[in-house]
């Protein structure tokens, strides 16, 4: 076997571990976004108990940290094994977006995780009250609220950058 076809195996093998990595993240995001998250929520207040949305905050911040971390350790592997492979056979444009959106998925997560969850679970542990008993102009409320929206934001940005990794990592098998 020559070794530019060794060297071409070894590109499609590295790839796809890569590709199915990514897509994976990209799956249970997707799943904790418009499953997991919605149906703790919508469960534990069907039960009308007084802490529901207490609970159901608990396992969703729970269930976000795995996703979370692992986005960020996926994201880690598959922008340092594609900086390995760029002297291969992906070049150019494609080889360029992959890593782009592979660092912004990163970081994406790495602030989801770190930086906003962080912050929520101070100001939870910080306050006298649960967060859903705490009046609307509360500044610990308002500040949770903002909260929760930059940690969706981060987890959207988060998963279009694995989109646009998935399509560009696609792509690199046609060159």
Known sequence: MPLIDLIEKEFRVINSIRLILVACWLGAALFFSVVVAPAAFGVL????????SEIAGA???R????????????GLIALLSGLVLRNSTSRGLWLVLQSISLLVL???????HWIIAARIH???AASQLRIDQLA????TKIAFDSLH???????GIAMIAALVAILAIVR????
């Open 45 to 52: 207040r069907s039960f009308a108990l007084p802490n529901a």
């Open 106 to 112: 990163t970081i994406a997560t790495a602030v989801g």
């Open 122 to 124: 101070a100001l939870r």
């Open 136 to 139: 609307p102009d509360d500044p």
């Open 172 to 175: 690199s098998f046609k060159n």
């Open 63 to 74: 269930s976000l940290g795995v996703v979370n971390v692992s986005g960020f350790v996926i």
């Open 59 to 61: 396992i969703v911040n």
């Open 149 to 155: 929206g930059y940690s969706v934001q981060a987890l």
